[in-house]
C-alpha cells in the first residue's frame, strides 16, 4: 500500500500501485491542458 499525497497536499492513503500510475498519468495530462491553456491566452491577447 502506498500514501500519496497531491499538490494541494491532500492525502490518499493506501493506494494500490495500478491506482497511483492512473493518478499520475491524470495529473500529467491536466498540467499538459493547462500548458496549452496558457499558450492559447497568450496568444489571443
Known sequence: KIR???ETGREWLELEP???EIEEEKM???KEVEEKEKIKKEEDK
Open 18 to 20: 495500478w491506482r497511483k
Open 4 to 6: 500519496v499525497v497531491d
Open 28 to 30: 500529467e495530462e491536466k
